[in-house]
């Protein structure tokens, strides 16, 4: 099982950019799913969370201005991303709680990262 991110770029600030992350493989359920990012020389952060039956959260940085959303029939996570800043920059990465046995323990799996850039 793999978690495959795509979407990432390069885009001038007050621009907008959409995350894609899907979960490869067979999965039996998805969870709670999550977007994190990491700047150049600083700790990864959490971006926004949502759970299974859609409630959100957002890191105060970004709220208004991103969006996350999921479909669970395809064990996707998705990041809608607007009015991009400079400090929007950083390495994005989808999180997710799956199931792929049924009976067995939810593991936490990552994906491998998208990179974001936004000139200003």
């Known amino acids: 099982v793999q978690l495959v991110e795509s979407g990432g770029g390069l885009v001038q600030t007050g621009g907008s950019l959409r995350l894609s992350c899907a979960a490869s493989g067979y999965i039996f359920s998805s969870y709670a799913m999550r977007w994190y990012r990491q700047a150049p020389g600083k700790q990864r952060e959490l971006v926004a969370h949502?759970?299974?039956?859609?409630?959100?959260n957002y890191a105060d940085s970004v709220k208004g201005r991103f969006t996350i959303s999921r479909d669970n029939a395809k064990n996707a996570v998705y990041l809608q991303m607007n009015s991009l800043k400079p400090e929007d920059t950083a390495v994005y990465y989808c999180?997710?709680?799956?199931?792929?046995?049924?009976?067995?323990?939810?593991?936490?799996?990552w994906g491998q990262g998208t990179q974001v850039t936004v000139s200003s």
């Open positions: 949502i759970t299974t039956g859609g409630s959100t």
């Open positions: 999180n997710a709680d799956l199931l792929v046995v049924p009976g067995t323990k939810v593991d936490n799996y």
